[in-house]
């Protein structure tokens, strides 16, 4: 036999029941004989109010009966059929008024004992069970209503009466052996020896149906409720959990303990002392495989079954040199706080034995902290115990899983993924029984750390990545719509799970934490979003908290650069084809990789040289694996590039600058093109990858344009100006191609220093050659000796800037 339970939420409405005849209907066929249901969603606390009210005098309780008796009348006309009412609802009639008598009584001697409140409380139950027992009868399914204060016999602590599990058993068996038909049976209630109603206490309802699973030696209990099972995490803080197969019952308990309130712990105990199989399954989701608990571990699953947490507790720490090599001392601790009622949810001592620590709920921590005190009073006056140290804003985390204990590496991806994530841990402790790994951490981090250990655990490698956009001009939004088009086959080929949570411009920012939709994040940002400001921004994107974070920084301004650090700092990657950071001081350049590293985040700006072309992780590469590099040398602007390559007399040379500009080579301001700082900036990002030390000023540079030119006080006067260098670079230019030589501005770094120059190359110059936009780059080497090293490609423009920066996020998800 199987025996059905239904909670309160599952038959809080006449629809609801229906859906449940319904389930109960087909279960027959799965040898249903049993089912248990609580009261109506609500009643018991509704009962439990109306009582306390009662005892106090107070009048509103009448109100709140009539709002009783019309719901169980209304469930009754709603749900039997004309024919069968009047029957059912005379019955009904006649325990409401009983009720209502009680009520009174209380009312008038302005007492309500723990037994009277515990008979209050049946009627609730006996309620919905009577009139669900009716509904399937009169629907063509024969049930009985089994009221279990004939059959569950308990001692008289009321409130939370213990079971007779022998007699009971003798009952039960005596009245399931006369009785063919499902049984619908009260929830929660029993009655002593001498008739007196009981209730069980918390999870009655899950209790009684674990009784009867036991006592009828049912091939399985079925607990319904209204989620498909118990689930990998909490699903309001981890977007991503997903319901367990199969767990055991100490797997189980371990998971309800830490929040994963689909059972109650004590109400298995019964049914796991006969190793009956418990299922959960989903009122809601009938169809949904539901949840195996068992005695059996299945060695198939996962090694870890759930992630979950304490949201709030507080760490107490008792720490002195005077507790090395002392006997006694923890008993001394713990037997303190048992006898002061305090309950210790974690503890931990290393083998140091200078400290231990513990997590209590934070409503003790003070108590704590104050019992310990006199109890150590004498050692704390020595100085042998130096402190006793309450940190409270604590949550714990903890992994469950029975195989853990014979799987290698658990412990180690658990502090990977929150090392990764900035997460510190400050304490940890693992059961003897290699259960349950929980760590102590801070309540901020709590989500944080959920996801990205649950991450770590279930989504066989599903790497998160939380994308921040520091500017959408035209490379950030070229970026984040190549971004949205590869999402789906990214997740399907990487495994990454790529989100934008947050973007902005320098007027306005928008944040969404399911991701920034794909097709209108423009008008999104025009339309919702709010003001912007640099600090806002990233306050709110650090204050997040998500795992996997990557600030992509999109703009040309020093002012974003100056953040980096900070960012770093936060443990949150940074991705940029701006080159404001890295050609900084070198100090700066020094301090931002030394922090990823410290943080074991990235911080990647392959776009800085070459756009896309490979060449920062090529050096760097290099670098890494021993080779000496002498030079590099080549064409570092594909601005400029363009400028040489397209000019043909036929246009001005301002026209062309327009052009460049127009397709998006330029720099958002195009003077940085024209003046060589943007190739300087460049070459002094090689020469520190390559290993040099080197500032901007250490860079010789030869000026491409009059110094005068750049007078002009923005960029547009700039331009308006620049007609008159058409002649002097037409010049220019018939010089170069009279000698059959082409323009080049060529920027060439080694051990003697930095410098650019503007060139006249004959067709035997590897840049001769160049077309559009084109970068090249040679790099001679110890190992490329003989024959360089050669990158080559266009160098500038959206696509292939974009291109990097998408490659370089995915570089830094896949970390
Ligand atoms: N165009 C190209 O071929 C290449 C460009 N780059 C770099 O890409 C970066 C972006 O260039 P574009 O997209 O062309 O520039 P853009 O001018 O089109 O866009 C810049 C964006 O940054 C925003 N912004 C500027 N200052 C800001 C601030 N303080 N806070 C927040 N947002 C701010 C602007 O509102 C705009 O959305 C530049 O650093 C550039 O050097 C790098 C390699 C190649
Ligand atoms: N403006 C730059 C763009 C790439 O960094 C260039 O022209 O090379
Ligand atoms: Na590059």
Redesign the pocket.
Known sequence: MRVLKFGGSSVATPQRILDVVDIVSKARARNCQAVVFSAFGGVTDQLIAMARQAEAGDEDFARSFQELELRHITTVRELISAANQSQVMGRVKMMLNELEDVLQGIQLVGELTPRTLDFIMSFGERLSNYIISRTLTDRGIPAGFLDTRTVIRTGDQFGKALVDMETTQELLTNHFAAKPDVQIVTGFIGATNTGVTTTLGRGGSDLTASILGACLKAEAIEIWTDVSGIMTADPRKVRKAFPVKHVTYEEAQEMSHFGAKVIYPPTMQPAMARNIPIWIKNTFEPDAEGTLISGEPDQTELPVKGISSIGHVALVRVQGAGMIGVAGVAQRIFGALAKAGINTILISQASSEHSVCFAVSPDQAEKSRQVLLESFAFEVQRGQISDIVVEDNMCVVAVVGENMRSTPGIAGKVFQALGRNGVNVAAIAQGSSELNISVVISRKDEQKALIAVHDAFFLSGLKTANLFF?????????AIDMLLKQRDKLRETLKIDLRIIGM????K?LFDLNGIDENDWKQQLDKKGGP?T?DA?LEHAASLNLPGSIMV?????E??AARYHGILKNSISIV?????ACSGSMARYQALHREALRRDVSLLYE???G?GLPLIKTLQEMHHTGDTIHSVEGVLS??LSYLFNEYDGSRPFSQLVGEAREK?????DPR?DLNGM?VARKLLILAREIGLTLELADIQMEPLLPASLFDAPDTEAFLQDLPSVDEAFKARYEEARGAGKKLRYIAKVSAEGARISLQHVDETHPCYGLQS?DNLILIHSDCYSNRPMVVAGP????K??AS??VGDIIKSALR
Request: glycine share 16%; hydrophobic share 30%.
């Open positions: 520091i500017g959408v001009g035209l490379i950030g939004s070229t902005c411009n320098s007027r920012m912007q640099l921004f920084d999109c703009t040309s301004a002012e974003v940029t084809p701006n080159k404001k776009t800085n040289v756009a594909g601005t998006g080579f330029t720099e958002p940085d943007d936009t160098g500038a423009g959206p292939v800037t990097g920066v």
